[in-house]
């Protein structure tokens, strides 16, 4: 490693913290911490990077949201009006700047795993990625040339028009839109249409064949507004064995050849090579972009 | 004027070309050429730009499609599998620099037109835009900082999913997708439905009430998607009076406040101020940036 400068990176989520250290998905040390209020999980945080005795130049934050990410507003940095107790207006990026000493950059947590995956995973060598989660939320960022754009505000990708599958009933979990694609699609419709949690309906093929059919939707609509070269599919809803695919089988379907259609299905339609790590990794990578411009 | 450069613009479509010369929208000599066969149509097209006596410096093409734009590809320029009679696989590019002898750059026509509305009219100032066209076909390009992305050839934003609306039993007329935006909203779209083309429909509410409704779908992806900073939304169908107000109208009902939603609807969709010249002014301005740089 020798003089190679070293970050931290903080994946914040809604229900824990990931911290860690390096410069790389090699992460020299990592830590998790259970989001509690504002002021305890940003010192616990803060804590472990000074205890790791190791200097780090800065510090990404890939963070839940609503985030505001216009650098001229008063709240640039902050969490805005999430439904999470205690959370809302908390200045994350200047607290942790504070507390630190060393300069902080935030994303959007999707903007960070996208990052990640676009620097060092299934995203790299390509010009226009999208990056996708499924899972209790349903998120994406579209990268192109490495950066999201975010001029009002972040994306809402889960948010999209579907139309309802003929053999489903189910009217939506969306508070907003009801039947938009996350409504229909990420962890909680599944639960609430079912009767019980994704990972105990394992067994019952009817529902992730349907679950593909409204993944494949939304993947059409992408892949026609933002003609990616890649889209990575992970989250939660994502572990479930063979669902990748069924939607790259349903979304063949659907394309009928038409447009700027992927001519290789199975890798344009690709997992994310770090996982569940995606979004840690992701903010190590924001904080080297930012403050090493590598 | 005095030494400025000047260039010419040609906005390629499947009717008619038309061909203007200038450097900016206001053009100092234009024409209009009916879409025959390539040799006549492109050299009718070179003809008119000779015969006007003024030096121009670089053509700008803002085409119909489907274009090959990949740089690095062999067939760099050309129109590739178009259902235009004699026009597949048509070189426009090459054919127009070899014949005038000045560079030529070529864009999608909706690249070309949001181009012109990003640099001179509705969408000037704005790092993120969304122009929008509904006619014949249903087309859109999004423009970052100016920029077109076209890494897996250009979107097809007509092509996005919708969910059919409740009264409508029309099964949707895109040859590919059958109920995709296209293919329940366009302008053929509306003439299967209703037994008539748009401008004979014009005294019946209903028929308009169920567009808006379509496009509000549509204008409510591309807002989660793409977080646009506006949405221009222009085209043969949009010269339906009071049709813009109403996609307002249903698109502020169908965001419901949630996400990067405009705080001002009427400012965020608006009308390309270039109205029916946007795809030839912004030709020029696609000549403009590539040969002078400005």
Redesign the interface.
Known sequence: MGSEKLFAGIEAGGTKWRVAIGRSPELLADTTIATTDPDSTISACVEFIRNSGIPVEGTGIAAFGPLDLDPNSNTYGFLTTTPKPGWSNTNIKSRIEDSLGVPVVIDIDVGGAALGEWRWGAGRG???ILYVTVGTGFG?A?L?EGRT????????????????EKTDTFPGSCP??R?CLEGMAAGPAISARWGRPGPELSERLEVWDLEARYLA??M??????????RIILGGGVMQQPGLLDMVRKRLEE???????A?SDVDNFIAAPEFGQDAGLIGAIALARRQFEGT
Chains 1, 2 share one sequence.
Do not use: C
């Open positions: 390509l010009d226009n994406g579209s192109r754009f975010h001029e009002l505000g972040h994306p809402e990708m889960g948010h999209i028009t579907v139309e309802r907003f839109h039947s939707q939304g059409q609509t992408y892949i026609y507004t933002l003609a990616p070269q659907r394309l009928a050849g038409y447009g700027p992927p």
